[in-house]
């Protein structure tokens, strides 16, 4: 291993980084130069996620814009992309809510040939990463709250509507990885009281925008999946959970008929 490889890893190490090899050969392998990685190495070791001080996250295949102050794409969420995809094969009209840095659009767009796609976002930092990462797709990035940021004219035209909402109970925030909390905004992890603010508010609206036999897809975790589930049949869908062990993933499916 070089030296400055070696320095890296061991500094890595000891700030407590579990992959620290790893790690080290995605900063080396980023950082243009001996300065920028020393640069890089110093702001991982202060605490700042990985993703932020590499600016990438991989997903879904694909290398993810993300800078400090977005929600970082979690690799769990690549479940809830390959369920959408097996079931909106053709897919013509895809839109990503709560897209924070557009990871789950672009991956859909690319696994889906090309659809007209649209996300949105609350947050003017994660509006600005999102543009980044679905112009490759030619897509749409619109700033406010959730279908209010939407244009009019995809009412009762989504064939695909992935909702990545935040869904951490309130009271709980404060037990996330300091990554998590100390790095992301509050906006993208914060739920409400139980986590399902927003899980009930996109299931309550979804009928509206989706086409005839378009599906609503949001990740909740294991312990909300019931509840969402009920919020999804209220709303008038046919809902049902998929579950990948593997990925430690819960996705409410919930299809317009």
Same mark, same amino acid.
């Given at each position: 291993?070089?030296?400055?490889?070696?320095?890296?890893? &061991? &500094?890595?190490?000891?700030?407590?980084?579990?992959?620290? %090899?790893?790690?080290?050969? /995605?900063?080396?392998?980023?950082? @243009?130069?001996?300065?920028? *990685?020393?640069?890089?190495?110093?702001?991982?070791?202060?605490? $700042?996620?990985?993703?932020?001080?590499? =600016?990438?996250?991989?997903?879904?295949? /694909?290398? #993810?814009?993300? %800078?400090?102050?977005?929600?970082?794409?979690? @690799?769990?969420?690549?479940?809830?992309?390959?369920?959408?995809?097996?079931?909106?094969?053709?897919?013509?009209?895809?839109?990503?809510?709560?897209?924070?840095?557009?990871?789950? =659009?672009?991956?859909?767009?690319?696994?889906?040939?090309?659809?007209?796609?649209?996300?949105?976002? #609350?947050?003017?930092?994660?509006?600005?990463?999102?543009?980044?990462?679905?112009?490759?797709?030619?897509?749409?990035?619109?700033?406010?709250?959730?279908?209010?940021?939407?244009?009019?004219?995809?009412?009762?035209?989504?064939?695909?509507?992935?909702?990545?909402?935040?869904?951490?109970?309130?009271?709980?925030?404060? $037990? $996330?990885?300091?990554?998590? @909390?100390?790095?992301?905004?509050?906006? &993208?992890?914060?739920?409400?009281?139980?986590?399902?603010?927003?899980?009930?508010?996109?299931?309550?609206?979804?009928?509206?925008? /989706?086409?005839?036999?378009?599906?609503?897809?949001? %990740?909740?975790?294991?312990?909300? *999946?019931?509840?969402?589930?009920?919020?999804? &049949?209220?709303?008038? $869908?046919?809902? @049902?959970?998929?579950?990948?062990?593997?990925?430690? *993933?819960?996705?409410?499916?919930?299809?317009?008929?």
């Amino acid at each position: 291993m070089p030296p400055l490889a070696d320095s890296v890893v &061991a &500094a890595l190490r000891s700030a407590g980084c579990v992959f620290a %090899e790893d790690e080290a050969e /995605l900063i080396l392998s980023t950082a @243009r130069t001996p300065d920028e *990685a020393t640069a890089m190495v110093d702001r991982r070791v202060a605490g $700042l996620p990985l993703e932020h001080v590499l =600016g990438w996250a991989g997903f879904h295949g /694909l290398r #993810i814009s993300v %800078e400090p102050g977005v929600f970082v794409p979690r @690799r769990r969420t690549e479940y809830l992309v390959d369920q959408a995809v097996a079931l909106a094969d053709g897919a013509s009209v895809v839109v990503d809510l709560c897209c924070g840095s557009g990871a789950v =659009g672009a991956a859909l767009a690319a696994a889906l040939g090309g659809p007209e796609l649209h996300a949105a976002d #609350i947050d003017p930092a994660a509006v600005r990463c999102a543009r980044r990462n679905v112009a490759p797709f030619a897509g749409h990035v619109h700033e406010g709250d959730l279908f209010a940021a939407l244009p009019g004219t995809l009412r009762g035209r989504v064939d695909v509507l992935a909702a990545n909402v935040p869904y951490v109970p309130t009271e709980e925030v404060g $037990l $996330l990885p300091s990554e998590a @909390r100390d790095h992301e905004p509050l906006v &993208a992890l914060d739920g409400g009281d139980d986590g399902l603010d927003l899980v009930r508010r996109v299931a309550a609206e979804a009928p509206q925008w /989706l086409a005839p036999g378009g599906c609503l897809l949001v %990740e909740t975790s294991e312990r909300q *999946a019931p509840l969402a589930v009920e919020a999804f &049949a209220r709303s008038g $869908l046919l809902a @049902r959970l998929a579950v990948s062990e593997e990925m430690y *993933a819960n996705v409410v499916i919930g299809v317009r008929p």
